[in-house]
């Protein structure tokens, strides 16, 4: 009897562990990740300096969970590598992911959402003008030259115009540049009124080499939406391996972090579905 129980004993802790009673799962993943030392600019790692390894040691020795991650430092990059159907999923801006699933022939669903440093979820664009415009709110972009992001930047250009269109806003004129840094250039050297940025580009972009978040006043924030997740494509992944994926993640969070995540790590995905991809 003692043998039998220390045989049923043995069989729990294995399925605690998660890895004992599942075989070995491989998952290759792209990777741009804001807050990652292996994804962002040098110029803002002391704010940037989140590494991976150590979660990834933690997921396959306890969960038997080979998360193989393939880093790219700029979006265009990753959204090729998305576009090529070669990944089974990806960490990063949703928006990344989510607007190349044709052309992919992916269907990709978000695991869960990855924490900043201050265990912020969500982002959002900013409206800003400099420190000195005559310009107090965003009713008063009425006929001015507005800068906003490219169709890649959610916060940045389809929020921004979600806005303009239920505030009955009507700028002169709309330009779009690729990044936060050429929004702010375009404000420094006066070359517009006001621009859109994402919400940390003044404190975790290469714009922190140039500009001060003083320098600059901020009108409107954009509707929010999350800020990074990670997505498998169900066109390769089993449902029960994105949920056992899911599981352990969520279990390496909160007080079980590991202090290199810089934070409290997964959290459940929040909804979002953004009109433009027409799903249910």
Same mark, same amino acid.
């Given at each position: 009897?003692?043998?039998?129980?220390?045989?049923?004993?043995?069989?729990?802790?294995?399925?605690?562990?998660?890895?004992?009673?599942?075989?070995?799962?491989?998952?290759?993943?792209?990777?741009?990740?804001?807050?990652?030392?292996?994804?962002?600019?040098?110029?803002?790692?002391?704010?940037?300096?989140?590494?991976?390894?150590?979660?990834?040691?933690?997921?396959?020795?306890?969960?038997?969970?080979?998360?193989?991650?393939?880093?790219?430092?700029?979006?265009?990059?990753?959204?090729?590598?998305?576009?090529?159907?070669?990944?089974?999923?990806?960490?990063?801006?949703?928006?990344?992911?989510?607007?190349?699933?044709?052309?992919?022939?992916?269907?990709?669903?978000?695991?869960?959402?990855?924490?900043?440093?201050?265990?912020?979820?969500?982002?959002?664009?900013?409206?800003?003008?400099?420190? $000195?415009?005559?310009?107090?709110?965003?009713?008063?972009?009425?006929?001015?030259?507005?800068?906003?992001?490219?169709? $890649?930047?959610?916060?940045?250009?389809?929020?921004?115009?979600?806005?303009?269109?239920?505030?009955?806003?009507?700028?002169?004129?709309?330009?779009?540049?690729?990044?936060?840094?050429?929004?702010?250039?375009?404000?420094?050297?006066?070359?517009?009124?006001?621009?859109?940025?994402?919400?940390?580009?003044?404190?975790?972009?290469?714009?922190?080499?140039?500009?001060?978040?003083?320098?600059?006043?901020?009108?409107?924030?954009?509707?929010?939406?999350?800020?990074?997740?990670?997505?498998?494509?169900?066109?390769?992944?089993?449902?029960?391996?994105?949920?056992?994926?899911?599981?352990?993640?969520?279990?390496?969070?909160?007080?079980?972090?590991?202090?290199?995540?810089?934070?409290?790590?997964?959290?459940?995905?929040?909804?979002?579905?953004?009109?433009?991809?027409?799903?249910?």
């Amino acid at each position: 009897m003692r043998a039998i129980a220390n045989y049923l004993i043995a069989g729990g802790l294995a399925m605690l562990s998660g890895c004992a009673t599942h075989p070995p799962l491989e998952l290759k993943l792209a990777v741009n990740d804001i807050y990652c030392m292996d994804t962002a600019c040098s110029c803002v790692h002391d704010v940037a300096a989140r590494t991976y390894p150590a979660t990834l040691e933690k997921l396959k020795a306890d969960y038997g969970i080979d998360l193989q991650l393939v880093y790219f430092s700029e979006p265009y990059q990753l959204e090729d590598a998305i576009a090529s159907g070669e990944y089974d999923g990806a960490l990063c801006k949703p928006w990344y992911a989510l607007r190349h699933e044709k052309e992919a022939g992916a269907d990709f669903r978000r695991i869960v959402d990855v924490l900043d440093p201050n265990n912020n979820q969500w982002l959002a664009g900013i409206f800003v003008v400099p420190a $000195d415009s005559p310009i107090q709110t965003v009713d008063g972009l009425d006929g001015k030259h507005l800068y906003i992001g490219q169709a $890649d930047a959610y916060e940045k250009h389809q929020a921004a115009k979600r806005l303009l269109e239920q505030k009955g806003i009507r700028p002169g004129k709309i330009d779009t540049n690729a990044s936060c840094g050429e929004n702010v250039g375009v404000l420094l050297d006066e070359e517009a009124d006001a621009a859109v940025l994402s919400d940390y580009a003044l404190s975790a972009d290469c714009a922190v080499d140039f500009a001060r978040p003083e320098d600059f006043r901020i009108l409107a924030w954009t509707e929010r939406i999350p800020l990074t997740s990670l997505m498998l494509d169900m066109n390769r992944v089993e449902k029960a391996e994105a949920d056992r994926l899911q599981q352990a993640l969520l279990a390496l969070s909160g007080k079980d972090a590991p202090e290199t995540l810089l934070g409290n790590g997964f959290v459940k995905p929040a909804p979002w579905n953004p009109p433009e991809l027409d799903k249910p």
